[in-house]
């Protein structure tokens, strides 16, 4: 039998191996700025999305869940239908089941779906990604993400979990792997990761709802050059960079605020796609345009 490390580099190394094979070249950072619909490339993974996600998890879901599943429908349609093509949940949102309804309509390959897990102990990480699949109504998961990282010591006490994720990868129910983390203790161990692909990592110009010496939830205007250093640091390590918080979890009340957040994530950290909560059409149509303003 192989112990767990040398098993999670056999499929780490297997795993690279396909992914470099089928590929080809990686856009390199800095290139050309486009809109808000175009596709990006995440890194060395290779899986392309959309600058802008259709984030559900706004106060867990419970915005997105209050509008109905009928409201949401169009609301997610209406996004599908103006460019954008990449999803966003978690399995602690209560948003999951709704957006794998909403969802049905479009072809599968359409479109990338991004969701979280919850690393719980005592758990069966493959039996929790099938349970996750039948919720979303979906055959895999574009971007599995290893849910609320928010200790110094999460890249240990996760291993269990990252191992999980490999083999669901190595059997096609995951495509890509990453993780979302709160505070800088978590954040630190993100540059030099060599299992991670994707970063998720909160954003803005003025450190609102971002992350400082805790992993709580408040703000650390102190501390946005640190998280800005860690951005480009896993963008140079090949990692993809996914940021959250753009419109401060909704504090943002003013335009401005809103577009700047979108100018200094894009143009200053250099993030590659921003997930954003909307509950109506005129939310979606506004971060398309701010987005496009930072990128013009």
Not at 120 to 140: A, C, H, I, N, W
């Given at each position: 039998?192989?112990?767990?490390?040398s098993r999670r580099d056999f499929l780490k190394t297997s795993l690279a191996a396909g992914t470099m094979a089928s590929v080809g070249s990686v856009p390199l950072y800095g290139a050309t700025p486009g809109s808000a619909t175009d596709k990006v490339t995440l890194g060395k993974s290779g899986l392309q999305v959309t600058r802008l996600a259709f984030g559900t998890g706004t106060n867990n879901g419970h915005v997105q869940a209050e509008l109905g599943q009928k409201e949401f429908n169009r609301l997610v349609h209406y996004a599908y239908d103006h460019g954008i093509r990449f999803y966003e949940t978690a399995e602690a949102y209560?948003?999951?089941a709704m957006l794998g309804e909403a969802l049905k309509p479009?072809?599968?390959?359409?479109?990338?779906l991004m969701?979280?897990?919850?690393?719980?102990?005592?758990?069966?990480?493959?039996?929790?990604?099938?349970?996750?699949?039948?919720?979303?109504?979906?055959?895999?998961f574009d971007i599995m993400l290893l849910h609320w990282q928010h200790t110094s010591d999460w890249v240990s006490t996760t291993s269990r979990w990252q191992d999980g994720?490999?083999?669901?990868?190595?059997?096609?129910?995951?495509?890509?792997?990453?993780?979302?983390?709160?505070?800088?203790?978590?954040?630190r161990q993100m540059p030099g990761n060599q299992w991670l692909q994707v970063a998720m990592i909160r954003m803005n110009h003025n450190g609102t709802?971002?992350?400082?010496?805790?992993y709580a939830d408040n703000n650390n205007p102190d501390n946005v050059?640190?998280?800005?250093a860690h951005v480009r640091q896993v963008k140079k390590d090949g990692m993809g960079v996914i940021s959250m918080k753009l419109v401060?979890?909704?504090?943002?009340?003013k335009h401005e605020d809103r577009l700047a957040a979108m100018r200094y994530a894009f143009n200053h950290a250099g993030i590659d796609a921003a997930t954003v909560g909307f509950k109506n059409t005129q939310e979606i149509d506004e971060a398309i345009s701010n987005i496009n303003q930072a990128l013009a």
């Open positions: 039998m192989m112990n767990p490390f209560v948003t999951p479009f072809p599968r390959d359409s479109y990338q969701t979280k897990v919850t690393t719980d102990e005592g758990v069966d990480p493959l039996k929790r990604f099938d349970e996750m699949r039948k919720t979303s109504q979906t055959d895999y994720v490999l083999e669901a990868q190595q059997k096609q129910m995951i495509h890509t792997r990453g993780a979302s983390v709160h505070g800088l203790p978590a954040l709802r971002m992350d400082g010496p805790t050059s640190e998280v800005v401060g979890a909704g504090d943002f009340t």
